[in-house]
C-alpha cells in the first residue's frame, strides 16, 4: 500500500498563498490520478482538485477553481503531486489530504487510507 506523506501546510493571513507537497512513501503513485482532499472541523472530507497520470489533464471543486492550481512532477525520481493554493480564504482552513482518484472526474478517494494530512489555516 502506498504511504501519502503531505507537507507544506502552515498558518497564513487571507489573501496569502501556499504551496502544498504530496510524495509516496514505499511505492510510486506514477500510475494513478491523483488528487486533494480537505476535512475541516466537523465537517466531512471534500474534494478539492485533481490531475491525471500524464498530469496533462486537471479538474477542481467550485470552490477552489481560479483560486488553487494542481500540478505534478514525474520527472524527478520521486513523484510528487503538489497544491499551489492563492487569494486564500478562512473557509479553506482544513487538514488537506492526497490520495489517489478512484476514476477520472470522480470526487472519491480511491481507498481509505490516508497520510497524516497538513494543516492550513487562514485568519481573518
Known amino acids: 500500500q502506498v504511504q501519502m506523506v503531505e507537507s507544506g501546510g502552515g498558518l497564513v493571513q487571507a489573501g496569502g498563498s501556499l504551496r502544498l507537497s504530496c510524495a509516496a512513501s514505499g511505492r510510486t503513485f506514477s500510475y494513478y490520478d491523483m488528487g486533494w482532499f480537505r476535512q475541516a472541523p466537523g465537517k466531512e472530507r471534500e474534494f478539492v482538485a485533481a490531475i491525471s497520470v500524464n498530469g496533462f489533464s486537471t479538474y477542481y471543486a467550485d470552490s477552489v477553481k481560479g483560486r488553487f492550481t494542481i500540478s505534478r512532477n514525474k520527472d524527478s525520481a520521486k513523484d510528487t503531486v503538489y497544491l499551489q493554493m492563492n487569494s486564500l480564504k478562512p473557509e479553506d482552513t482544513a487538514v488537506y489530504y492526497c490520495?489517489?482518484?478512484?476514476?477520472?472526474?470522480?470526487?472519491?478517494?480511491?481507498?481509505?487510507?490516508w497520510g497524516q494530512g497538513t494543516q492550513v489555516t487562514v485568519s481573518s
Open positions: 490520495n489517489a482518484m478512484a476514476a477520472w472526474r470522480s470526487v472519491r478517494a480511491q481507498n481509505d487510507y
